[in-house]
């Protein structure tokens, strides 16, 4: 390279840097721009309709999740209903708070297949609390 070839070198390495996606990915702010949250932890939607999905092979059963519209974006996401009996606490129009579900790199946990968020709140009052009908609607 020589007595100088320090800044050759410098200049090739910041160019091959773009050959990896992870470098390409955190320098475009890619996840961010993809995220329907926008980099928040959390986000409150309206609840637009009531599903099941099915679960992926090998499991079998459906996941009761519903539709929500974000308040700050206009994203649309399904969002899963942690527990049993939360279906007849969520209706259509409730004000939900939702947050990831926790997989890997912000994906989907195990067979629910297109589900990447969770509900935690319905109009202000935590599911979890509903559920043990320690609060009311």
């Known amino acids: 390279m020589g007595e100088f070839g320090a800044r050759i070198m410098k200049k090739q390495r910041k160019k091959y840097k773009w050959h990896k996606t992870k470098y390409v990915v955190r320098m475009l702010n890619l996840k961010k721009k993809k995220d329907p949250l926008e980099g928040a932890p959390q986000a409150r939607g309206i609840v637009l309709e009531k599903r099941g999905i099915e679960q992926k092979q090998p499991h079998s059963g459906i996941i009761k999740a ?3 519209r974000l308040i700050k974006n206009g994203k649309e996401v399904t969002a899963f209903l942690p527990g049993t009996g939360a279906t007849d606490k969520v209706n ?40 043990k009908g320690k609060e009311k609607k």
């Not at 989907?108 to 509900?119: A, D, H, L, Q, Y």
């Open 66 to 68: 519903v539709r929500v």
């Open 92 to 131: 259509e129009h409730d004000e939900v708070l939702i947050e990831g579900l926790g997989g890997s790199q912000g994906g989907p946990i195990g067979s629910m297949w297109g589900v990447r968020w969770k509900v935690i709140k319905v109009n202000n009052k935590p599911l979890s609390e509903l559920l």
